[in-house]
T-cell receptor, first 114, second 114 residues
Framework: SQTIHQWPATLVQPVGSPLSLECTVE??????LYWYRQAAGRGLQLLFY??????ISSEVPQNLSASRPQDRQFILSSKKLLLSDSGFYLC?????????????FGDGTRLSIL | AQSVTQPDIHITVSEGASLELRCNYS??????LFWYVQSPGQGLQLLLK??????LVQGIKGFEAEFKRSQSSFNLRKPSVHWSDAAEYFC????????????FGTGTRLQVTL
């Protein structure tokens, strides 16, 4: 069966510090991968998605970037965090190659910026 | 552009009572529709999905949803709610691209009283 892992579960960072959140998927090949941010009362906002190694699509302009160095690894980064980057970050995967496959989510990372 | 509206931000029901959570979507073609549930501090779990065919869809944990094209709705129902169903529920619509992107509603928080 497929599993998705996100770490760390919680993170407290000072403003201006760098960020690296990692997500890995097991039990499937060439998945579509997604990063979301969830703010209270605002649902999930898609930040980035990837349909293959090195292929990153950004949905909204922001202070963050994403990379996919390996088939089942998806990394969310920032060079300098802003207060507005606080939130709950979720990684998800879906089977590739067919329209609207359901997405499967990790347990998330709670990021607090001080 | 596709969109999802969940008109109820917060709903409270008594344990054993029936439940209906509303979801309205906007999409130009036949939609792919999903319901997810999120417990506090956790990721999202897929409850059910609608792609085509029978408009009444059965999911996990005793949930079902009915697709009504004429009303652009995909409401989630459960005949008898359990205290463990207290969580946040998200409706989502998927596009027809192979990237399987989802657009989420802002969620409905369900509280269950004993």
């Amino acid at each position: 069966s497929q599993t998705i892992h996100q770490w760390p579960a919680t993170l407290v960072q000072p403003v201006g510090s760098p960020l690296s959140l990692e997500c890995t998927v097991e039990g499937t090949s060439n998945p579509n991968l997604y990063w979301y941010r969830q703010a209270a009362g605002r649902g999930l906002q898609l930040l980035f998605y990837s349909v293959g190694i090195g292929q990153i699509s950004s949905e909204v302009p922001q202070n963050l970037s994403a990379s996919r160095p390996q088939d089942r690894q998806f990394i969310l980064s920032s060079k300098k965090l802003l207060l507005s980057d606080s939130g709950f970050y979720l990684c998800a995967w879906a089977r590739a190659g067919a329209a609207s496959q359901p997405q499967h989510f990790g347990d998330g990372t709670r990021l607090s910026i001080l | 552009a596709q969109s999802v509206t969940q008109p109820d931000i917060h709903i409270t029901v008594s344990e054993g009572a029936s439940l209906e959570l509303r979801c309205n979507y906007s999409y130009g073609a036949t939609p792919y529709l999903f319901w997810y549930v999120q417990s506090p501090g956790q990721g999202l779990q897929l409850l059910l999905k609608y792609f085509s065919g029978d408009t009444l869809v059965q999911g996990i944990k005793g949930f079902e949803a009915e697709f009504k094209r004429s009303q652009s709705s995909f409401n989630l129902r459960k005949p008898s709610v359990h205290w463990s169903d207290a969580a946040e529920y998200f409706c989502a619509v998927g596009d027809t691209g192979t990237a399987s992107k989802l657009t989420f509603g802002t969620g409905t928080r369900l509280q269950v009283t004993l």
